[in-house]
């Protein structure tokens, strides 16, 4: 089997060894642009093809060939569009001077080398130019002109383009030599453009001007030949010479036009193509080159002429072999190409199916590796899934959060501008006011408007935070005073609450530099805290010593304290636990980190759930850690607003009153005492501050109607409402939820629980009591429809908990209404209710007592024994319940002033 392996790979590393060996064109491939304009038709062709002849020799080259016929704005179009090509050198013969010295600039600084042909330009930028000495043909064509004239004659002079440098220096060499012949005039100057038509034209033109002529210049051979046939039209081409330059071979150009007597003499003008491609090459190559390259010239007349031309046309044949060579290694090198993908094709296939083979072993060896592979890139890949969960979940309770805290900012404001505007709308309501009343409202409205203030403060504040605009104004004080004082403003809150608060520092002077203002907020805010937090009787110390560098202030209470997860959240700005967010605590304990850390000091917690929270400050000493703009502060100290006259109200008992039970579920303690103290003239109040103990007052008294706010420590009034109206014992009470949250939504998640009505803070007081009047009396008009449809069961609409709680109630009586002993203590334990609650939840769904329920189920159910049955009335009488037919007897008389004896002789409806 190896050895069958091994000659098969042997096989494999031939093939690729074949496959492998270069192609006759292999490397980089370089392309040449050349961009030409000037110049006649055949001269262009006749550089075109030597060059081409020239990249027969190098494979690697390609030309990109442009022809701007004899356009300068196309020609430097077109060497912008050989530059977007991305080409690796240029080589251009431009039409005039003066135009091309920015373009050609341009090329050469983008480190493209630049070969000028033919033409020259006003700019260093080139790597070499490759051209006639125009100046040295003007003057061998002058010497010639001279002799041939025999010093003696009129002379016209065909111009190519005036602004291209090789006329002009044809031109000069021409007027150089004739100055040794100053019996030779040149008379007339034509701008022939390099163009056979233009001269022909030109000439026809001025003709008669032109018949004394002895000789015609021109400064290429085509224009001499368009000269030549309008002086042959004319009779006259004998009677005057025709000089050119280029002398291309061919059979329409120089030499052939000197063959043909057409001509008198030509001078060759070598067209440079090849030299621009031989230095182009060397040039990529990296080789060194000449930067001035002259090609030599001479005269061309009957005397050379058969030589030259026979020379030009072995060259020409030569040139037409080489093509055809060309194209032939082109079609071999395109079935060398085919082969050999053909053979990689092959090579490839053979080591897919060996690599698939091997693999296939591969897979048989490795598959338990494999396995234990994908098993942990399984538990990686789950891994960052979790954690990408637990990234998400985090930034969604974030937004949630952040959410939460702006509804409930709205909360926060709507409380005191409700206790603001509804005791100013109920004084101004009022024709007359008794000075209790006015002095008790106005403390009100000051009071809450300090409250409004200081929250606009804190939302300031955290706005200059956010912004980064927060800066320090210390000053030097004694850190003992300071904090002394503020601890004094809190002494009266802390008497009516009954808690120990009690300042120990360790020292009676500690200099410290601090912000007066941001200091003063912090201390406030953390006693705030501890006072919201501590209930009466508990005790808040606040401690200050020096340890080392730093002063170390500690705030310490025995209230609630906090659980783990609101420890480590404490000063997180839109974070506030599973209480209900508190606009003070939210923002109150991130803004004092914030006023802490621009003081370069540090403040933590350490809370215990059930014994209490302490918050620690560390501050530093001295003024080192401080800029010089920062210590610009005032030791004045500006109290910060408390509400150091809240009290802590106690459940209000009923007032007396007898339109209707009220329970008040708030825990903002200036609105419940106003709600109470305005509804206790109309009806009987009970208030409440939290949602459990408002439904454990419910339950005692069984209100007629509850007010509530939604947002309430722990059992909010959302979730109150739910438990009202889901227990048998509450399910007929109404409830009104008042709060600061009305958008939509909330109203409409506040009637999916049930609630009666929705009122938004601040609300009306008249709206609110006409609310409450129109929702008793509705309940009042339902107690009546129940009063007179239960006993035929036909009760519609209501409460659905409601017509439960009276099918079952009537189902009960029924079943035991033969029961003497059946009675209300019984009938309360089989409902599950105490006495007193179903006495209240009777009287307020059929506006009657159990005791007359119960006389109206024994009484209905005897009329119908008396009128569709024939029993004696001791039947009767035990089927209802009564002990004796004489009691029977009594009891139905007194209830119907007729005996069960008259009642069933009696007609159907009297």
């Known amino acids: 089997m190896f050895k069958t392996v091994s000659i098969y790979w042997s096989l494999v590393a031939g093939l690729l060894l074949l496959a492998c060996q270069p192609t006759p064109q292999h490397g980089k491939t370089y392309r040449i642009g050349f961009s030409q304009c000037t110049g006649a038709d055949a001269w262009r062709r006749a550089m075109l093809n030597d060059m081409k002849r020239e990249l027969a020799f190098h494979p690697a080259y390609s030309l990109l060939y442009e022809d701007a016929s004899n356009s300068t704005a196309r020609q430097i179009s077109q060497v912008q569009s050989l530059m977007d090509k991305g080409i690796d050198l240029l080589i251009i013969s431009p039409n005039e001077k003066e135009p091309f010295t920015k373009i050609i600039e341009a090329v050469y600084q983008k480190g493209i080398p630049v070969i000028l042909l033919d033409r020259k330009i006003d700019t260093k930028s080139y790597n070499a130019y490759i051209g006639g000495d125009n100046v040295q043909i ?9 002799n041939r004239l025999n010093g003696r004659g009129r002379v016209v002079e065909i111009w190519g383009l005036p602004s291209s440098s090789p006329a002009q220096d044809r031109d000069r060499g021409l007027r150089e030599a004739l100055k040794k012949f100053p019996a030779i005039q040149i008379v007339k100057e034509i701008n022939g453009q390099w163009e056979q038509d233009t001269v022909g034209r030109m000439v026809s033109s001025m003709f008669n001007d032109l018949k004394e002529t002895d000789l015609v210049f021109a400064h290429n051979d085509v224009m001499a030949l368009g000269a030549y046939q309008v002086f042959r039209q004319n009779g006259l081409q004998d009677k005057v010479d025709f000089v050119g330059i280029d002398a291309l071979p061919g059979p329409s150009a120089g030499m052939q036009a000197i063959t043909n007597g057409m001509l008198t003499a030509s001078f060759l003008y070598p067209t440079g193509g090849e030299e621009a491609i031989k230095t182009a090459t060397r040039i990529l190559e990296g080789k060194a080159v000449e930067r001035e390259q002259i090609l030599n010239s001479i005269q061309v007349d009957a005397s050379n002429i058969h030589a030259l031309k026979a020379q030009s046309d072995k060259l020409l044949n030569q040139q037409a072999d080489i093509e055809k060579q060309s194209q032939r290694i082109n079609e071999l090198s395109r079935t060398y190409t085919s082969q050999r993908d053909t053979l990689y094709l092959t090579v490839a296939s053979l080591l897919i199916m060996m690599v698939l083979g091997m693999y296939a072993l591969y897979l048989y060896y490795t598959k338990q590796t494999a396995y234990r592979t994908l098993e942990h890139q399984n538990e990686e890949i789950l891994n960052q899934k979790n954690q990408i969960e637990a990234v998400s979940a985090q930034a969604r309770l974030a937004t949630e959060e952040k959410l939460r805290f702006y509804s409930y900012i709205s909360h926060e404001f709507n409380t005191p501008l409700g206790l603001i505007l509804t005791p100013t709308e109920d004084l101004l309501s009022k024709k007359s006011v008794n000075p209790h009343d006015l002095r008790s409202n106005l ?78 907020k912090v201390i406030v805010n953390l006693l705030s805290n501890a006072f919201k937090y501590t209930q009466k009787n508990g005790l808040i110390h606040v401690r200050l010593a020096v340890q080392g560098e730093q002063v170390c202030i500690e705030v310490d209470d025995n209230g609630e304290g906090m659980s783990p997860d609101e420890q480590a959240h404490a000063f997180d700005l839109f974070f506030s636990g599973a209480k209900p967010f508190n606009l003070s605590k939210g923002l109150g304990l991130a803004l004092s980190m914030e006023f802490i ?6 403040i933590s917690v350490a809370s215990e759930q059930g014994k209490g929270t302490t918050f620690t400050i ?3 000493l001295g003024d080192a850690h401080l800029a010089p703009e920062e210590k610009t502060g005032s030791p004045t100290r500006q109290r910060t607003i408390l ?14 009153k007898h339109a209707g039970t009220i329970l008040v579920v708030e825990d903002n303690d200036d609105l419940r005492a106003f709600l109470t103290t305005r509804l206790q003239g109309e009806f009987d109040v009970a208030a409440e501050p939290t949602g459990e103990q408002g439904w454990e007052r419910a339950l005692e008294i069984i209100p007629d109607l509850i007010i509530s706010d939604i947002m309430l420590p722990g059992l909010d009034g959302l979730q109150l409402t ?59 008009k339902w107690q009546r429809r129940y009063a007179s449809d ?52 009777v009287q ?3 506006d009657m007592n159990v005791m007359d329920y119960l006389t109206q189920i024994r009484l209905k159910r005897a009329k119908h024994l008396l009128r569709e049955t024939n029993n004696p009335m001791s039947e009767i009488a035990d089927a209802t319940g009564f002990s004796s037919p004489a009691y029977f007897t009594t009891f139905f008389k007194q209830h119907t002033g007729k005996t069960p004896s008259e009642y069933r002789k009696s007609p159907v409806g009297v």
Not at 768 to 774: A, D, N, Q, S
């Open 138 to 146: 003007g003057r061998l064509a002058g010497a010639f002109i001279g």
């Open 443 to 520: 403390l009100l409205v000051q009071k809450n408007s300090y409250r409004l203030l200081r929250l606009v403060d804190q939302m300031l504040d955290l706005r200059k935070t956010d912004a980064g605009k927060q800066r320090l104004h210390t000053s030097e004080q004694n850190l003992v005073a300071f904090i002394q004082d503020i601890v004094q403003d809190f002494r009266q809150k802390a008497d009516k609450q009954r808690i120990d608060l009690q300042f120990l520092p360790t020292k009676t002077n500690i200099p410290i530099w601090f912000d007066t203002e941001k200091l003063d």
């Open 597 to 602: 850390q621009l003081h370069l000091g540090e």
């Open 618 to 620: 560390l501050l530093p």
């Open 643 to 656: 509400d150091i006259d809240e009290d802590v109200t106690e459940p209000v008992a009923l007032s007396g």
């Open 722 to 780: 739910r438990r009202v109206k889901s227990d048998l014992r509450t399910s007929h009470i109404p409830v009104i939820l008042l709060t600061a949250r009305g958008q939509m939504e909330q109203r409409i998640e506040g009637t999916r629980v049930g609630a009666d009505a929705y009122m938004t803070k601040p609300f009306n007081t008249a709206y609110l009591l006409e609310t409450l009047r129109t929702t008793l009396a509705n309940r009042e």
């Open 790 to 841: 239960f006993l035929s069961q036909s009760e519609t609409g209501g409460n659905r908990q409601d017509k439960k709680f009276l099918n079952q109630l009537t189902a009960l009586t029924e079943q035991n209404l033969a029961d003497s002993d059946f009675g209300v203590e019984k009938l309360s334990r089989e409902m599950g209710l105490s006495r007193v609650q179903l006495y209240r939840k």
């Open 844 to 846: 307020a769904l059929l």
